[in-house]
């Protein structure tokens, strides 16, 4: 079992930035590929990025590529998501996931194991 906890989030006005953290209960941490998802009001959840185990490999959504970076620390089970140049359209629910074995299926909801509870973004313009 995998506790995932999400802090960072708040209000912040269009064109600037934040920085997300997940932290995760478990000491095998480096061996969980890590993601992040959104969900705005009335929409489906939706994939922003993605980390292997060992950092070595980051995915990122097309409507946040070139904005938003995913980073991990082994060290202290970690992972980060900066965000800037946020814009309203940013506004969502942030969901750090774990993933015990990672695949190509990082962009999908199923492929993960375990959740965090979530941290409000709301980007105003």
């Known amino acids: 079992q995998v506790q995932l906890v999400e802090s960072g989030g708040g209000l912040v006005q269009a064109g600037g930035s934040l920085r997300l953290s997940c932290a995760a209960s478990?000491?095998?941490?480096?061996?969980?590929?890590m993601g992040w998802f959104r969900q705005a009001p009335g929409k489906e959840r939706e994939f922003v990025a993605a980390i292997s185990g060992s950092g070595g490999s980051a995915y990122y959504a097309d409507s946040v590529k070139d904005r938003f970076t995913i980073s991990r620390t082994n060290a202290k089970n970690t992972v980060y998501l900066q965000m800037n140049s946020l814009k309203p359209e940013d506004t969502a629910v942030y969901y750090c996931?774990?993933?015990?074995?990672?695949?190509?299926?990082?962009?999908?909801?199923?492929?993960?194991?375990?959740w965090g509870q979530g941290t409000q973004v709301t980007v105003s313009s």
């Open positions: 996931a774990a993933d015990a074995y990672g695949s190509t299926r990082y962009q999908e909801l199923d492929e993960y194991d375990y």
């Open positions: 478990r000491r095998t941490f480096i061996s969980y590929f």
